[in-house]
C-alpha cells in the first residue's frame, strides 16, 4: 500500500511536486499502480527499486516523455496542477532530465550539444561567439575546464555527464533528474558528480535521482522513495535516522538479503585457457598500445576478475581476444585445451567455443528493433537451421526455456527488448551467448545499472556456469563485487596485466596498488 512520505515536523513541508495516484499501462503490464510521490523544495530525492519496479516509467511520465492523458492521476508542480504533452513543455517549467544513456552528439562539439535545438541567435543567425562564451561560463559552473570546442567524443564519460548539467543549467532548471548519473562512472568521477549535484542543492535547485548504488544515495539523498512491481512501498526521510542499506534492500527486495553474493563452493580443474603475451594498437592511433604482453590462465570452473581503473585496458584485453573485435593485433598467442587456436574474427570465436558480454548492452549487445525471441538465438543460429532456414517455432521455445531460467520480467519473449527493464535486457544478452553453450564466458560489467536483487541472481548465473566446468571472466569497476564472485583476480594498468591475486590474497588496498601502478616495470627500471 502507498504510503505518505515521512516527516520530522509538524508542519506541512513545502512541496515542490506531488505526483499522485499515478497508474501507468503498456499492453499486457500495469507498469505503475497507484504510485506517489512527494519532492519537498531545495532537496535531493532518491527513487530506489529493482529493475522493472517503475523508477524510469514515474519519470517519463512528469517529463512528458508520457503524455498528459496517457496515465491517470494527478501531478501538481510549484503548487500548481501540470501535466506534459512532450518534453519541451517541461522543460520550460524548468524540468529537465539526464537519461541514463546521454543525449549528446559524439561529432559535435561541447558548445554545440549545451545549445543543440536552442541556439543563441541575431537576426535569424546562430550567434557562435555568444554560445561560447556562455558554454565557458557553464563548464566554469561543473567545474569542467574543456576548451568548449572540444568534440563530445573525445571526452571520457564522467565529463559527458558534466555536459549534460551544464546544458541543463543552460535551461534554468529548477527540478533536475539523474537517471543513474554514475553507471558507467570510476570512482573519482562519480565522488565529483555527487559533489556538484550537492552544490546544485546549495544553489536552490533540486534533484531526483534513480540509482542502485545504495551507499551513494544514502551519503547525499535527503528522502528515499522505494518502488516494488510499479507500487510506492515507502518514503524514508534520511535526516530522521534509522536508515541504511539494509533497511533499503529489504524495502527494495520484500526480504532481507543476508549475504549480497550467493554461497558457493567452486570446483575448479585444470587450465584450458591461456592468452600469452597479447599485444594490440589503437585501432586509430596506431602508435598508441593498448594491450602490452598481456598474459593469463582461466581454469575449468574458475572465475576469473579483472580489476582495473576506466581506461585501463581490460575491455580491450577482452574484446581483441574475442575474435580482434577491437584494435590492431600485433602479436601474442592463444592456446585452449593446449593447443593454439587462431581467431580473426567474431564467428571464429563464436565456434572456438568463446562467448562475450558486452560493456554497452544498448549498443553493441542488443539490437533495439529486435524482440526477445530473435535476440536470444541471434549468437547461436546454426543450433535452430535446418538447410539454413531458422525454425521459428524451435526459435520461440529456446527463448521462452531462458525467459524461465533467468526469471527475466517479460509479459512474452515476442516483446521487444527495448521495452524492457535494463536488468531484464542483461538477462536476455546472458541467454543469448548462454544457449551458444559457451567454454568461456567473458562478462564485461555484467551488473552495471543492475538493482541488488538483480545482481544477486546473475551472481547466481555466473556461478551455476563455473559449476558446468567452464570458465567465466568478470570484468568490473567494483572491487567488492570482483572480491564477492571472483576465485582469482588479475589487475590490469595501461593496457599491463600487473599482478594476480587469489581470493585469499585479495582485498580493495591490494587490489588499488596494483591498479595503480606497474610494480614490474619498476623492477625492471632498478635492475637495470
Not at 91 to 119: C, D, K, R, W, Y
Not at 419 to 425: A, C, E, F, I, P
Amino acid at each position: 500500500m502507498s504510503q505518505p512520505p515521512v516527516s520530522t515536523t509538524d508542519a506541512e513541508p513545502a512541496y515542490l511536486l506531488r505526483m499522485q495516484s499515478i497508474t501507468k499501462r503498456f499492453p499486457g503490464v500495469r507498469a505503475l499502480d497507484d504510485v506517489n510521490l512527494d519532492v519537498r523544495e531545495g532537496e535531493i530525492h532518491a527513487i530506489c527499486g529493482e529493475n522493472g519496479a517503475g523508477k524510469s516509467t514515474l519519470m517519463k511520465v512528469l517529463s512528458g516523455v508520457h503524455p498528459v492523458g496517457s496515465y491517470d492521476g494527478q501531478i501538481t508542480y510549484r503548487g500548481r496542477p501540470a501535466g506534459f504533452k512532450n518534453i519541451r513543455e517541461s522543460e520550460a517549467e524548468g524540468i529537465v532530465i539526464i537519461h541514463q544513456e546521454l543525449a549528446l552528439v559524439p561529432e559535435l562539439s561541447i558548445t554545440e550539444n549545451i545549445f543543440l535545438g536552442n541556439e543563441p541567435s541575431k537576426r535569424g543567425v546562430i550567434d557562435w561567439r555568444f554560445a561560447k562564451a556562455r558554454a565557458q561560463e557553464l563548464l566554469q559552473r561543473v567545474g569542467l575546464r574543456e576548451d568548449p570546442d572540444t568534440a563530445i567524443k573525445n571526452i571520457g564519460v564522467g565529463k559527458q555527464q558534466l555536459v549534460e548539467i551544464a546544458k541543463a543549467l543552460n535551461k534554468d532548471v529548477r527540478l533536475l533528474i539523474l537517471d543513474e548519473p554514475t553507471a558507467a562512472l570510476n570512482e573519482t568521477d562519480s565522488r565529483h558528480l555527487l559533489g556538484l549535484i550537492t552544490d546544485l542543492k546549495d544553489r536552490g535547485i533540486t534533484s531526483i535521482m534513480i540509482s542502485h548504488k545504495l551507499g551513494e544515495i544514502e551519503a547525499i539523498a535527503d528522502s528515499i522513495t522505494i518502488l516494488r512491481d510499479g507500487h510506492t512501498i515507502e518514503t524514508l526521510d534520511v535526516g530522521a535516522g534509522g536508515v541504511d542499506e539494509d533497511r533499503i534492500i529489504k524495502a527494495m527486495v520484500g526480504r532481507t538479503l543476508e549475504s549480497r553474493f550467493p554461497d558457493h563452493t567452486p570446483q575448479i580443474g585444470e587450465v584450458f585457457f591461456e592468452v600469452q603475451d597479447w599485444t594490440v594498437r589503437h585501432p586509430q592511433s596506431s602508435e598508441r598500445l593498448v594491450c602490452k604482453n598481456a598474459s593469463f590462465t582461466v581454469r575449468r570452473g574458475e572465475i576469473v576478475g579483472f580489476a582495473g581503473l576506466m581506461g585501463a585496458g581490460r575491455t580491450e584485453l577482452a574484446r581483441s581476444v574475442f575474435g580482434r573485435s577491437y584494435g590492431i593485433y600485433e602479436s601474442g598467442r592463444i592456446f585452449k585445451d593446449g593447443k593454439e587456436i587462431r581467431l580473426h574474427n567474431v564467428s571464429q570465436a563464436i565456434d572456438a567455443g568463446l562467448g562475450y558480454v558486452t560493456e554497452d548492452r544498448k549498443s553493441l549487445g542488443l539490437n533495439l528493433l529486435d524482440d526477445i525471441k530473435r535476440t536470444t538465438v541471434a549468437a547461436g543460429l546454426k543450433k535452430i537451421a535446418h538447410n539454413s532456414v531458422v525454425d521459428r517455432g524451435e526459435e520461440h521455445s529456446v527463448a521462452e526455456r531462458y525467459r524461465r531460467m533467468l526469471r527475466t520480467k517479460t509479459p512474452s519473449v515476442d516483446e521487444g527488448v527495448s521495452k524492457l527493464s535494463g536488468g531484464n535486457q542483461q538477462k536476455v544478452v546472458l541467454s543469448k551467448w548462454m544457449f551458444t553453450d559457451p567454454d568461456l564466458l567473458i562478462l564485461d560489467e555484467p551488473t552495471r545499472g543492475i538493482d541488488v536483487g538483480a545482481k544477486y541472481e546473475i551472481y547466481g548465473i555466473i556461478q551455476a556456469l563455473a559449476d558446468q566446468g567452464k570458465g567465466v571472466i568478470v570484468i568490473s569497476s567494483e572491487l567488492p563485487e570482483l572480491l564477492g564472485i571472483s576465485d582469482r583476480i588479475y589487475t590490469i594498468f595501461e593496457g599491463t596485466v600487473t599482478g594476480e591475486l587469489t581470493r585469499d590474497e585479495a582485498d580493495q588496498e591490494s587490489l588499488l596498488r596494483l591498479m595503480t601502478s606497474n610494480p614490474r616495470a619498476s623492477r625492471t627500471d632498478q635492475s637495470a
